[in-house]
């Protein structure tokens, strides 16, 4: 049989793994958007038969795309979180 204390402490361990699991998932969007754009960089540069100015330009471009969603996914999130408190008072 489950105590208020159990409870209370499984609550919180599910809302700590809620967000290592968002986190985690941010961070591999962020390294897949990286990895692809910079990829494609490679495949210009190779196709084009230029000097590495497509990857230089797209991996730069990656990573503050990569920023951007991030920063997006954070705001967005705490807004949530903001609007839930305030539907809770």
Same mark, same amino acid.
Request: hydrophobic content about 45%; glycine content about 6%.
């Given at each position: 049989?489950?105590?208020?204390?159990?409870?209370? *402490?499984?609550?919180?361990?599910?809302a700590?793994?809620?967000?290592?699991?968002?986190?985690?998932?941010?961070?591999?969007?962020?390294?897949?958007?990286?990895?692809? *754009?910079?990829?494609?960089?490679? *495949?210009?540069?190779?196709?084009?038969?230029?000097?590495?100015?497509f990857?230089?330009?797209?991996?730069?471009?990656?990573?503050?795309?990569?920023?951007?969603?991030?920063?997006?996914?954070?705001?967005?999130?705490?807004?949530?979180?903001?609007?839930?408190?305030?539907?809770?008072?």
């Amino acid at each position: 049989m489950a105590t208020d204390d159990d409870e209370k *402490l499984l609550k919180k361990n599910k809302a700590a793994i809620n967000a290592y699991m968002k986190y985690s998932g941010m961070g591999i969007q962020m390294a897949l958007i990286i990895t692809v *754009l910079s990829y494609g960089g490679l *495949l210009l540069d190779n196709y084009l038969k230029t000097n590495p100015v497509f990857t230089v330009i797209l991996s730069l471009s990656s990573v503050l795309l990569a920023m951007y969603v991030f920063i997006k996914a954070v705001i967005g999130q705490n807004n949530k979180e903001n609007s839930s408190k305030n539907f809770e008072k």
